[in-house]
Antibody
Framework: QLHLQESGPGLVKPSETLSLTCTVSGGSVSNSNYYWGWIRQPPGKGLEWIGS???????YYNPPLKSRVTISVDTSKNQLSLKVTSVTAADTAVYYCARLEKKFIGSSVDVFEMWGRGTMVTVSS | DIQMTQSPSSLSASVGDRVTITCRTS??????LNWYQQKPGKAPKLLIY???TLQSGVPTRFSGSGSGTDFALTINSLQPEDFATYYC????????FGPGTTVDIK
């Protein structure tokens, strides 16, 4: 059974860098059938896709965040990571990692099929 | 960018009711539309993908329809465990989620 676990500091100071890790168990980040992604949700608000990565290291970022975000994958540790630089209070959110699958229904539809439980990150001095 | 709207933003319903939530996109996205359910304090759960295909293990009272710019999620005979927030998500271009619809108990 696939399990994704986010970890990292729960409190980050403004202007600093937010760093999170997602540890994958019960499956491999090197599985060529899947991508992996990060999604965040500010308190009481909706979901925002941050970016996705393939095990080869190919990355795709949400344009508004692209200049501040780096997603990487460590196949030896079966982990993916997220870094967000120059954070502000607007980056306060629950951060989820998820497995992204391409479902074929004649064409390919990207779905977040499996999710971690999420980790709350607060940006505050 | 593709803008997404959902209506209503919230609704109150009773167990056994039939509920329909709509999702509209600012551009045609064929059937690149998925639906998720989220309960408080939990991660979202995939319900429907490709506008109308039920994810494995999801009860058949959930159904999806639509294509192009207008989509709907219908829950037939609402159950107590269905009270939650529902999000649509498009994968035609930059992945985007709708603002959500909260279904609560009347």
């Amino acid at each position: 059974q696939l399990h994704l676990q986010e970890s990292g500091p729960g409190l980050v100071k403004p202007s600093e860098t937010l760093s999170l890790t997602c540890t994958v168990s019960g499956g491999s980040v090197s599985n060529s059938n899947y991508y992996w992604g990060w999604i965040r949700q500010p308190p009481g608000k909706g979901l925002e896709w941050i970016g996705s990565i393939y095990y080869t290291g190919s990355t795709y970022y949400n344009p508004p965040l692209k200049s501040r975000v780096t997603i990487s994958v460590d196949t030896s540790k079966n982990q993916l990571s997220l870094k967000v630089t120059s954070v502000t209070a607007a980056d306060t959110a629950v951060y989820y990692c998820a497995r992204l699958e391409k479902k074929f229904i004649g064409s390919s539809v990207d779905v977040f099929e499996m999710w971690g439980r999420g980790t709350m990150v607060t940006v505050s001095s | 960018d593709i803008q997404m709207t959902q209506s209503p933003s919230s609704l109150s319903a009773s167990v056994g009711d039939r509920v329909t939530i709509t999702c509209r996109t600012s551009q045609h996205i064929r059937n690149y539309l998925n639906w998720y359910q989220q309960k408080p304090g939990k991660a979202p759960k995939l319900l429907i993908y490709g506008a109308s295909t039920l994810q494995s293990g999801v009860p058949t009272r959930f159904s999806g329809s639509g294509s192009g710019t207008d989509f709907a999620l219908t829950i037939n005979s609402l159950q107590p465990e269905d009270f939650a927030t529902y999000y649509c998500q498009q994968s035609y271009s930059t992945l985007t989620f709708g603002p959500g619809t909260t279904v609560d108990i009347k």
